[in-house]
Structure formats: structure tokens, C-alpha cells
């Protein structure tokens, strides 16, 4: 009985401070699946008091997105912490907190969100050495790797982001993707109310999506990505970058495989996949994840400049075009920071 008392007061709280609190329902005939509360009533911490979800298929599928939905509100309010004080946190739940790089002390789970650009060596500055120990524990990293600076500096940028760390030295390309497919891939619909149960819910649900594209070997895993979207031959919006991403895993085999495996997460029908073919029957699927959309669209003659300048080669939007970690930073800066 006291617990149920606690909670109808969290509730209350929420709904008779509408100016600090934010309660988030998704429900589906009439039934809630989720409930969630973002208290905003200190100015750098989106705290979490409630969240929690019905025990059914869409549990983890649901908890996930309103993590990401947490950590894109957090961004873009410029808060740099996250903390959910849920008590009710079972082994499911936790395995979500975790994927979405939070990490538990003592009854919280929290994550910080840094949005700069940094070197590696400069990291303590912005967190507390506890702070950093916390995410170093949480890292299952081997010391005697030989990529061990390299996972180190990666794990970091993931667990801080959108932090970027500037000397980390990883792949980076400038990745072509039509404007059909942009449009349902990175329009921002964060605080749309979701429509669960239309066709492609559950592309608006996941914290990662698949891409496919011909199965080029020029593009490698873990990689950074900048999304050039395509001119709009419909609305004649001209060619610009949008947005960045992670490349978390890529896979190469039978076109049928690699739709079936990944159909979840995709936005093409199997007629989409079977363009992109080669002669073999075999396609590339990538994984990406954590996408951030810029404020502003980088125009296609600044990329074309930039390229000239920085890397002295044309910029050509059919293929992955692999570019300079400063490269990546001066459209990174002119499109968000």
C-alpha cells in the first residue's frame, strides 16, 4: 500500500507541475504499455522517477525508444545528465539501460550527455574522476589488445556522446542516401505521439536501423557517418548532409538472408532490396545507431569546398567517399555546434 501511495503522489506531482514535469504515455486500445515522467526542475539533469511498461512482447522494444527519446530530449535542452530513479529495474530492463550506455550507482542509473569536441586527453575536465572510473569499470576492455587505446577512446566517445574526441582515429565516410528513404529515416518525430501499431512502427521505435546498399568492401565497422541526402526530385530540395550516425556492425551475404534477418529494423520492402543486388544474390547490410540530426543542412558547395581544400579530391555522392576525422568535424560543427 505505501509503495502504490508513493507512486499516485509521483503522478500528481507530474500532472500539477506541467512546466517541470512531463508524463509520457503510449498506449494501445485504451491499455497503457508504458508510462514514463521526465522531471525537468533542475536546469543540467533530466531526472526519470517513473518508468516503467506492461510485461509483453513491446516491453523492450518500447523501453529503448523512450531511452533514446530521453537522451535526444537531454541534448537538445543542453542538460548533461540523465538519471532514472525507477527501483523497479528488472534484468530486461537493465540489459536496455545498459545498451543505451547508462550505467548504475548505487539505486540510479545515469548517463552523461557532453556536446563537444574534444581530445581524449581533456575528458577529465568535464567529468568527475569518479565519473570516468565509472565508465571505465563498465568497459570490458583487455589491456594487453592491441587495439586496447583505440576501444578505449571509442567506448568513451559512446558512453559521453555526442562527445566527439577528436583524436580518436577511426573510419569515417560521407555515406549517399536518397531522399525517399531519408524522409522516413532521420525526420524528426521525437515529440510526435507514436503511433504504434501503422505500418513501419517499429522503425520510429529503435535506437539503431539498418541500411542496405550494394556490396561494396570500402566501408569498415565501428566508423562514423555523415548521411548526404540526395536532391528531392519531388520537392527539388538540393543535396546536403542532415545528419551522423554510428556504423556498429556490417554484413555481406545472400540478399534473402540478410532482408530476413534485419527486417525489423529496415525501411525497404524486399522489391527495395532487389535493385541493389549484385550478380552473386548478395547485398551489404550495415547496422548504424545513435543518430543525431543537424540543426542546420550542410549544402552541397560547402561539402565540394571543404573536400578541395582539406583532402584535395572531388566529392562523388554514389559512392561511400572515406574522409579525414577533420574533415568530419568542420561539417559536424557547421551543421549542430
Keep these: ?60 522494444t518500447l523501453s529503448k525508444h523512450l531511452l533514446f527519446k530521453a537522451i535526444l530530449t537531454s541534448t537538445n535542452e543542453n542538460r548533461s545528465l540523465i538519471e532514472i530513479l525507477e527501483v523497479y529495474i528488472d534484468e530486461e530492463l537493465s540489459n536496455s539501460l545498459k545498451e543505451a550506455r547508462f550505467i548504475k550507482t548505487e539505486e540510479k542509473w545515469k548517463k552523461i550527455n557532453l556536446q563537444k569536441i574534444i581530445d581524449f586527453g581533456n575528458i577529465k575536465e568535464l567529468i568527475s574522476e569518479m565519473e570516468y572510473e565509472e565508465i571505465e569499470d563498465s568497459l570490458i576492455l583487455d589491456p594487453g589488445d592491441e587495439n586496447y587505446e583505440f576501444q578505449k577512446k571509442y567506448n568513451l566517445e559512446r558512453h559521453l556522446s555526442p ?108 522489391k527495395d532490396i532487389q535493385k541493389t543486388i549484385d550478380k552473386n544474390g548478395k547485398i551489404m547490410a550495415f547496422v548504424f545507431s545513435d543518430t543525431e540530426l543537424f540543426k542546420r543542412p550542410v549544402d552541397l558547395k560547402f561539402i565540394k569546398g571543404l573536400l578541395k581544400t582539406k583532402e584535395e579530391k572531388k566529392f562523388m555522392p554514389l559512392s561511400p567517399t572515406k574522409i579525414k576525422t577533420e574533415t568530419y568535424l568542420a561539417i559536424y560543427k557547421k551543421g549542430l555546434l
Design 163 to 270: 562527445l566527439k574526441i577528436q583524436d580518436l582515429d577511426i573510419p569515417t565516410f560521407i555515406i549517399s542516401i536518397k531522399a525517399v528513404w531519408a524522409e522516413q529515416l532521420f525526420n524528426d518525430r521525437s515529440n510526435e505521439k507514436l503511433h504504434l501499431f501503422e505500418s513501419k512502427n517499429e522503425l520510429l521505435l529503435n535506437r539503431e536501423n539498418v541500411y542496405y546498399r550494394s556490396s561494396s568492401r570500402n566501408l569498415s565497422a565501428p566508423a562514423r557517418i555523415l548521411w548526404y541526402i540526395s536532391k528531392n526530385p519531388i520537392t527539388k530540395e538540393k543535396g546536403h548532409i542532415k545528419a551522423v550516425s554510428y556504423i556498429d556492425e556490417i554484413f555481406i551475404d545472400d540478399a534473402k538472408k540478410l532482408f530476413k534477418q534485419f527486417k525489423q529494423l529496415g525501411i525497404y520492402n524486399w
Design 1 to 60: 500500500m505505501k509503495k502504490l501511495i508513493t507512486f499516485k503522489k509521483k503522478i500528481r506531482k507530474a500532472l500539477s507541475s506541467p512546466h517541470e514535469y512531463e508524463l509520457i504515455t503510449i498506449s494501445k486500445s485504451e491499455e497503457i504499455l508504458a508510462l514514463v515522467i521526465f522531471d525537468r526542475s533542475e536546469n543540467e539533469k533530466l531526472s526519470i522517477p517513473i518508468f516503467r511498461f506492461l510485461n509483453n512482447s513491446l516491453r523492450i
